[in-house]
């Protein structure tokens, strides 16, 4: 997955990141594999508390994707920060 988020040497925005996992977690074949990533809900849960409200919906439509995966269900509620980051949008 890293790899396909790199930017020709140069640093990729937030929502270029984000729209390229939102596009990635679109596709039902690829959500067990983003779940199961080391780095991408980590960096999902980081996009939650962004200050660009286009990051914030981009990733909060990738979370709701990868959820449409009942097996990742239970891994999403888990992830560190998770259920937090999401409170707060809500709050906002």
């Not at 396909?4 to 270029?16: C, Q, R």
């Not at 980590?42 to 439509?61: C, E, K, M, R, T």
């Not at 509620?77 to 259920?83: A, D, I, P, Y």
Request: aromatic residues 4%; hydrophobic residues 45%; charged residues 20%.
């Amino acid at each position: 997955w890293n790899s396909s988020l790199k930017m020709n040497g140069a640093e990729p925005d937030a929502l270029v990141v984000v729209n390229q996992l939102r596009d990635l977690a679109a596709d039902p074949m690829n959500r067990t594999a983003i779940v199961q990533d080391q780095g991408c809900l980590p960096g999902l849960i980081l996009f939650l508390d962004h200050p660009n409200p286009q990051v914030v919906y981009s990733a909060l439509l990738a979370i709701r994707y990868l959820a449409e995966c009942r097996a990742n269900r239970e891994k999403l509620k888990e992830e560190l920060g998770m259920m937090l980051s999401l409170q707060n949008v809500v709050q906002k």
